[in-house]
């Protein structure tokens, strides 16, 4: 049986990698030459309108890749017979930038029709909002196509939510095939964006059953939130998830955890491992390293279930599967 169960596991392992090694940088430098240009020219325009699309991109390219893998089923729409991952209360409404990649793709499908999937402009999208944020830039191997089912019901079963302890996320990641050490890494993506108050309001008005507000916030910051997040649950009310910086991809989000300022319990649990939080200080020391790391977990993410070969479709709207 033990024998058994390890050449399942060989087996499974080894079809993985097949899969990933089917993706390659430069996929499309034969059958559409423009489309990373084209990708990032869309990313441009859109983050000059607004500059949060980009932790809006990042987001969704994490939010796809969790659920069934990479394969844009995060960009469905929901029908009148099902719902799908973008109403997911996961996702909606925080999550934004669709016209981001539906504009790209409608550039992309005149250029080169039923070439470029939403799964690959997404993940460029994605490296390309890194990059314009003060990230470090990095290739992006291409070749995922793109997935015929979205179920709401995913999504909440393999997000992370913003109430997860360090434990809970460590085990989230794992499952997905990414280290603590990677979890941590990239969970830095906290650094752009912003939350809606209805994510962490818990930690200011009702904690636990002992206090109305977490401890383990800064007092300071506490009540600044609580000016910007008053009682009631609006569910319109946003706010920077990392004030000092909120369109840079820099160290400052580590800086504000160190400081009992990471906004969800999710960010600041990271101070509650010995092993997670000399990461935590680590990233804030030398900020070059968090940045390169940053880049190789965005390329590892971008590989996890992917669909490849005749697997899946070519989308022709990333928002509807093909007739």
Request: proline share 5%.
């Amino acid at each position: 049986m033990n024998k058994l169960l390890v050449c399942v596991t060989l087996v499974l392992v080894s079809l993985s990698r097949c899969v990933e090694s089917q993706l390659r940088v430069g996929f499309y430098a034969n059958s559409c030459w423009l489309a990373e240009f084209i990708v990032k020219d869309e990313v441009r325009k859109a983050l000059f309108s607004d500059r949060g699309l980009a932790a809006g991109l990042v987001r969704m390219h994490f939010h796809d890749c969790f659920v069934r893998g990479c394969d844009g089923s995060v960009l469905i729409d929901s029908t009148p017979s099902n719902t799908a991952e973008k109403d997911s209360p996961a996702n909606n409404p925080s999550l934004r930038g669709f016209e981001v990649i539906d504009n790209a793709k409608a550039r992309l499908e005149a250029t080169c029709k039923g070439v470029v999937s939403c799964a690959d402009i997404l993940a460029f999208a994605a490296r390309d909002s890194v990059e314009m944020t003060g990230g470090i830039g990095y290739d992006v191997p291409a070749g995922r196509r793109d997935g015929r089912v979205s179920l709401a019901l995913e999504s909440l079963t393999n997000l992370p939510p913003p109430t997860f302890n360090v434990n809970q996320l460590t085990q989230n990641f794992a499952n997905k095939g990414f280290t603590q050490q990677e979890m941590v890494t990239l969970s830095g993506a906290h650094t752009i964006g912003r939350s809606h108050c209805t994510s962490f309001s818990n930690r200011l008005y009702s904690f636990n059953t002992t206090v109305k507000q977490d401890p383990s916030l800064d007092p300071g910051y506490a009540a600044a939130l609580k000016q910007q997040c008053p009682p009631g649950n609006d569910p319109n009310l946003v706010v920077p998830m990392d004030p000092p910086s909120p369109n840079t991809m820099d160290e400052s989000y580590y800086r504000g955890i160190l400081a009992n300022r990471g906004l969800f319990t999710s960010d600041q649990t990271l101070l509650t491992s010995s092993e997670t939080a000399t990461q935590v200080i680590e990233n804030a020391r030398n900020p070059f390293n968090w940045r390169k790391n940053f880049a190789a977990a965005m390329v590892k993410m971008g590989k996890v279930g992917v669909l490849t070969g005749s697997a899946g479709e070519i989308r022709a709207n990333c928002r509807v599967i093909n007739g």
